[in-house]
């Protein structure tokens, strides 16, 4: 018999939570961007082997909330947190470990739920920063471990991963063998044309920006895709379309590409700019595009 159970990854935004969690269960499921913020929902990651099967819980960085987006990704982090057998509390290696992050840290390990905790991004860092930061979390009581990994290099992540099945409490499979994630394909491929815009735009827009799924059809051999970038401000609809459309054509063309290699066929997609203020605060906005509470 397998043994099972749930993985919360949590930490602050741009730790490398999402990048760790794609490196853990070897695919892309998770978006990722050097933008805080990227990650708004819980996803779930399913890594099944022969002797266990881990539900890793992507997580929102912990931020202030300001709006009613920022609320619903709150619940979800405290949501994640609430019933798993393993916090994996990730922070950025090549930074030090601030006074947030410790607090965090210790808000964590308060609930009595094992915390490890991981360092990533060490093939950007020097060993010897390293060092000074595993030393301020070796005064810190109720860690079980520490790990310095690079997702990015995938780097001492196995090892990271067999470590944390001695945590593991369940025995009844939660997916199937072959399940690596609760998304369905159309939440994935809005997440892949919202991480493209993410990696090219800049300052406030990413944080404004929405994708609404009009279609999604499998006809004729190809996936028939058509969607709309809604942007909070008028203002930011031209930056998105680009001089004589260029922005929004590598957007689509990148996200097209991306596309096709999780949906493995070819892509048809068609997408259309629409300006609904501030759309982050209206509950009906919200719903349809997919930041509902799910009960
Ligand atoms: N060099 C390096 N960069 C990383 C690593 N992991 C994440 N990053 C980068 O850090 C940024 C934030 O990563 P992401 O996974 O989105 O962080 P999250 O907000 O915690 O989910 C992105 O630009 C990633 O490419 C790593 O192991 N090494
Ligand atoms: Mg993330």
Redesign the pocket.
């Known amino acids: 018999m397998r043994k099972t159970g749930f993985v919360a990854i949590v ?1 602050m ?8 969690l794609n490196a853990l269960i070897k695919e892309k499921i ?1 978006i ?3 933008k ?1 913020q ?2 708004r929902d819980s996803i779930l990651g399913v890594w099944t082997d022969d002797d266990s099967q881990i539900v890793f819980v ?1 997580t929102p ?1 912990a931020l202030k909330s300001r709006n009613s987006l920022g609320d619903y990704m709150q619940r979800s982090i405290d949501t994640a947190t609430q019933g798993v057998d393993c916090i994996l509390a ?1 922070f950025d290696g090549h930074e030090p470990l601030n006074e947030r992050e410790m607090a965090l840290i210790n808000k964590y390990v308060a609930t009595k739920i094992p915390v490890v905790v991981v360092a ?5 860092t020097q060993t010897e920063k390293l060092m000074v930061e595993l030393a301020k979390l070796n005064q810190m009581e109720g860690i079980k471990e520490v790990y310095c ?5 995938n780097r001492n992540v196995d090892e990271l991963k067999q470590a944390l099945k001695k945590y593991l409490t369940g025995t009844q499979m939660y997916f199937e063998e072959d399940d690596l994630t609760d998304k369905s394909q159309r939440f994935l491929v809005c997440e892949l044309i919202r991480e493209k815009i993410l990696l090219r735009c800049e300052k406030e827009i990413p944080h404004g920006v929405g994708i609404q799924l009009n279609k999604m059809a499998y006809e004729n051999d190809v996936w028939e895709i058509d969607a709309n970038v809604i942007v909070e401000k008028a203002s930011h609809k031209p930056i998105i379309l680009g001089h004589n459309g260029a922005m929004i054509k590598e957007i689509g063309t990148s996200a097209r590409l991306s596309a096709q290699k999780l949906l493995g066929a070819p892509v048809h997609l068609s997408l259309w700019v629409k300006v609904k203020e501030n759309w982050r605060n209206s509950a009906y906005m919200l719903n349809e595009l997919g930041y509902s509470e799910k009960i």
Request: glycine share 10%; charged share 20%; net charge positive.
């Open positions: 930490g935004p741009n730790a490398g939570k999402s990048t760790l998770s990722v961007s050097p805080p990227t990650t992507d960085g990730v990533t991004k060490t093939d950007i990994v690079s997702a990015k290099r």
